[in-house]
Each structure stands twice: as structure tokens, then as C-alpha cells.
């Protein structure tokens, strides 16, 4: 028998809450038997292999397709921001700018795969998640925590990893559904999906139309002759498009090898408000080619290749003003062995950027090259996990991150968990060669930022559901900022600053009679470390989250309410600006109108809450969207 197709058995509660570390969904990405009592939760993300998530020893949450519909969130930033650890800063509703921040880390401290392809903008540093369509995803893994032992570059904060549209391998199944709402939102979707157990294929086509709201106030405008500042008003809505492809086939050969292709293609255009630039056309592309196959019993080889497009062109009044595109090729050999109760995953990890843009840099490509290794054992009650990995980067040098985490399981069923890990962040092109213009200038010479972590956790299961505690303290040092020379008029980009993030994480989830309760909450202190604002808060992120849901099905009507809390934030490093918190309620039911047909509806912040996430950003007020669906069951 091949060991790496293994059967999961279990008693207890199928998965009926939006969003849980435990939800009871299959991965995505690879075939694995379960029985019929009970699904056990399968992840890949957190060891890059397929394991249950009570065996992974990482702070772990998923989302699956199920509860993506059921919720009817709008953008990823909505579904990623009723997760623990996770916080948004959204400039203007649905396709503005919407930069994340995974555990207090910075907006560049998270890597985003899809479908196991590196993501983001190699000029910004940052994944555009606001471009990534709900509508193509089948299932999100997020691992929190650092991960650079297993991943290299970015994963300081922690990991997200996208799964594309799968749909049936069984028979033909087409599905379809249409949506409209407020502000003149129009959606579709389409999908095929089939195959006969051994060969598999979908293909999912969407589109999705908004007039937007107006997203920002005023900004300043200095003109001529004497450049005083000029608030500019700006009340027109600004709209999104976005239309997106997603196809994924494979075919599980007799020896058990299985080969995969994947693609998703995503375009469209964002208006917004400002006085250099006030539209964005984009492009975010993920292609995926993988190979896997068993080498005997007890060990597994898995090769993938993939690309990666981030472009933007943007524009002032429809007049051309600049554009910078990405080019992201990976390639992967990665091996699995199996030794009874310890495991073993070792491989290499190539990765190549190319930048083009109106922005003339003195280095257009890099190359990286990471070697990793990683060792798992459990031994009864007890488990263990350790990785190591060195980068070699064309620009910076070598780079070595490791990790270490212990796990035990008491008689009860409560399991403890104790991790330490070393993660970095190698610099962006803008970091390094955004050209000099006589008063700022990228620094060749920059180091990595660098971070260690220490984290503790407890986790056990309820009579008809669960719960887990996570304790985490993150150290980050040779922060990149901007440094000023006023004697010169001049600055340049400098490792200069460390910051200190301490929090603690809360899941729960019960379910009572009919209903299904779930909640998390996240508290943590983000803190300077050096310079003038030594002592003081890091900008944009709030100390406390809170996040509610209830949801209960009567018959063929299933409704859900969903509270989402913020508390306040700086918006300045020196802490003079403080935005206050917020709070939002949503409604959202569905109806079974016949065996494949349903339509559902959703009134999101139904006490019509004024808040922003940045300052002078408006959020969309009471909004409603109504969704019509077929789905053979």
C-alpha cells in the first residue's frame, strides 16, 4: 500500500461555521479518503505536505468554498479580516488599495501563493489581494507565524495560500450564478467541472461590475506659483471591474503519480481619487504545471514550475502616467519520506523577477535559490517539528531561517504547543534601486529585515465543537525605512528600525441545539523600538478584533449574522493621529428554492456604520446583494 494515500476517520461535528481553524473541508491540491461519518480538516500549506491539521504544530486557519458562498463576502479582504491575527486597511471599498497585516507585521511581511505560485509585485513588495477574485477560489489556507524555514522571503507575519476553482471529478457538473446590488454592483459566474475518477478538469468563468463609492475625501494638491496646499474635493464614485478566468485539470496515472495544470487570469480596471494618478488598470496572472509521483512505498517526488504576472498601468484623467509589471518564474523539486512515525520533506526552490516599468531601474531581474529541509515526528503524545532553510539571493547574498516547535496532548485532549522561528524579508527593487531624483534614493546595500518569534498555545475540542488559545511574541530588526538629510535635502532607504509585537489569539467554536456559534478575537501591542517615535505604536494596525457569527438552518432556509469589531489605530508614526474603532453587523441568509436552485441574500453593516480604515477613506454604508444560483446537488 502507498502511504502517502491514507484514510482519516472521525466522529463529532461537520463543519457549519464561516471560518474555522477545524472546519472539516478537504484540501485542495491533493487526493486523500475519507470516510463518511465525519471529514477531518487536510492542510498543506503549514509543512508543505498533507497532514491533519491537529498533527501541524503552526497556528492554522482555513476557509472553504462552502463557507465562502455562505458568507457572500464581496472581496478577499472581507473573508481574510474575520480571521484571527488578521487586520485590513481598505482605501475605498471594493478594488481599491487594501494592504494586509498578518500578526502587527508589515503589509510586505506575507507571502501569497496560488496554487503553490509565489505572488505580489517584486517593484512594491506587496501582494494586490484587492485584484484576486472571490470567485475563483475554492479554498484559502493561512498559517500564522513565520515560515521562512519552509518558504524563504516574506513570511514573517505568516503564510496564505489561495486554491483555485476544482469542482466535481466525477461526471459533468455546469453551475452558475448572477448577483446584484447596491451601488449598481453586477455579478456572474460560470463553471464546468468533470471527470472520471482518474482525469479531472474545471473551468470557471466570472465577471463582476461596481459603481463604486466615492473613496476618498479630498486630497492635497500643490499648484503653481507659490505651491500652497490645496484641498481638492473629489464626490464622484469610483468604480471597479474585473473579469477572471480560473482552469485547473489533472489525471492520476496507474502507478499513483497525478499531473496537474492550473491557471488563473485576472484583469480589469480600479478608479480612485488623487491629483498624480486616479485609475489602475491590472493584471494578476498565476500558471501552474506540477508533477507527483511515488518513489516506492514511502517516499514521494513532486516537481512544479509556475509564473506569476503583477501589472499595473495607471492613469490621470485617462491620460498615461506610469506602469510597472512583474514577471515571477518559479520552479520546484521538492521529496517526501515517510519512516513510520517521522517524516521527512527536503527540496530546492528557484525563483527569477523581472521588472519593467516608465521607472528606470539600474537592476531589472534578480535570481533566488533556496535549499530547505524539513523533519516531523510523533511519538505518542508527543510531537516535534523542525526546518531549516538557506536562501542564496543575487543581490543580498545568503540567508539561513530556522524553526523548532514541540507539541503534547494531555489525557483530556488538550494539546499544547510551543514554537521558535527565524523569518526575513529580502528587500524590494524599490528598496534598492528606485532611481535617485535628488531627493530619494533606493540603497543597493541594504540587508534583509529579519525576525525571530516565540509563540505558546493550547487547543482542545467541545462536546460539538472547539477552541484554542495562541500566545506569540515577534521581534523584528533592520526594518527598511526612509532616512531625511536635511542638511543635504536629500535621504535614502536605510536599515534603521526594529519594532517589538506581542499578542494573544482566541478561536471558538459550539455548536447549541440548531444553531452554530463561532468567535475569535485578537489583541496585540505593536511597538517602536528606535528613533523619535521609540515607545510608540506601528501605524495602521488595532490593538483589539473581534469577530462574532450565529447561523441556524430551518429547512430549506438557512440564515446568519455576522458582527466584525476593530478598535483604534494610529495612522502616523508619532502617534498623533488617532482613527477610532469600528463596528459592523451583516446579514445574510439563503433559500433552497428547488433541488439545484437557490438564491441567497446579504445585508452587509446593516446599522449603516461611518468608519474608516484610513484616514479619509470612506467605507461603504448599509448595502444589500441579492444572488441567484444553480448547483446541481
Known sequence: MNKFAFTLTASGLSSLSLFSFSSGALAADDAVNVTAQSPIEVVITAGRKQQAVSDTLASTSVVTR????????KTLGEVLSRLPGITIANQGGVGKLSPLFLRGTESDHVLVLVDGVKMGSATAGTPQLEYLPVAQIERIEVVRGPRSSLYGSEAIGGVIQIF???GSKNGFTPKASISVGSNNTRKADVGLSGGNGQSWYNLNVATERTDGINALDFYQSYPPPDYSPV??????KDGF???SLAIRAGHEFANGATAEISAMHSRGDSDYD???QNETDFLQQALSAKLTTPIGDNHRLTAQLGRSLDETDNFKDGVPSTFFDTKRTTAGLQAESQFGASGLVYGV????????????????SRDNTGIFASYELKSGANSFAAAVRNDDNEQFGKHTTGSVALGHELDNG?????????AFRAPNFNDLYWPDDGSFSGNPDLNPEKSKTLELGVAGELEQGNWAVNVFDT?????????YNAATYSGTMENVDKAKIRGIELEARQRVADWTFAANATYQQTENLTGFNKGKQLTRRPEKVLNLSADRQFGPLELGVAVHAEGARYMDAANTDRLGGFTTVDLRGRYQLAKDWSVSAKVGNLLDKEYEMVRNYNQDGINGLITLEYQPK
Do not use: H, M, W
Open 274 to 276: 488623487g491629483g498624480f
Open 349 to 364: 526552490d528557484f525563483q527569477n523577477d523581472e521588472v519593467d516599468s516608465t521607472t528606470p531601474y539600474v537592476e531589472s
Open 164 to 166: 483555485t476553482r476544482q
Open 241 to 243: 471591474s474585473n473579469d
Open 414 to 422: 488538550v494539546r499544547l504547543k510551543a514554537s521558535y522561528g527565524t
Open 475 to 483: 521581534r523584528v530588526d533592520d526594518l527598511i525605512s526612509y532616512v
Open 231 to 236: 484641498k481638492v474635493f473629489e464626490s464622484d
Open 66 to 73: 462552502e463557507a465562502l458562498e455562505k458568507s457572500q463576502a
